[in-house]
Nanobody, 126 residues
Framework: QVRLVESGGGLVQPGGSLTLSCAVS????????ISWFRQAPGKEREGISCISSDDGSTYYADSVKGRFTISRDKPKNTVYLQLNGLKHDDTAVYFCATDRRAWCSGRYPLSEYDYWGQGTQVTVSS
């Protein structure tokens, strides 16, 4: 059974940093791309980053580019998202999900994602 479990969220001050983890089981990072999404209260879920399984290429939404970094540890079947320079607008529940494709396109159609984690809360507050 495929399972994704996010961790690492918490309360942080503006300008602070967090590292989110997505532990994956039931699938291999060699086969599917993994993406990070976030959803703030009252807003739509949006894709913010993706890492391809074939060559490890990465993509970022404009809102996080230059501040967030996605990476992976294949032996641990874990994908990370390093959040730097956090802003109030970054407050959201962060989810990881597996794309049925092996590569990232720079867009995040929800219909392509079959499995989701439960989410981890990131709150940026002064």
């Amino acid at each position: 059974q495929v399972r994704l479990v996010e961790s690492g969220g918490g309360l942080v001050q503006p300008g602070g940093s967090l590292t989110l983890s997505c532990a994956v089981s039931g699938i291999s990072l060699n086969n599917q791309a993994i993406s990070w999404f976030r959803q703030a209260p009252g807003k739509e879920r949006e894709g913010i980053s993706c890492i391809s399984s074939d060559d490890g290429s990465t993509y970022y939404a404009d809102s996080v580019k230059g501040r967030f970094t996605i990476s992976r540890d294949k032996p641990k079947n874990t994908v990370y998202l390093q959040l730097n320079g956090l802003k109030h607008d970054d407050t959201a529940v962060y989810f990881c999900a597996t794309d049925r494709r092996a590569w990232c396109s720079g867009r995040y159609p929800l219909s392509e994602y079959d499995y989701w984690g439960q989410g981890t809360q990131v709150t940026v507050s002064s």
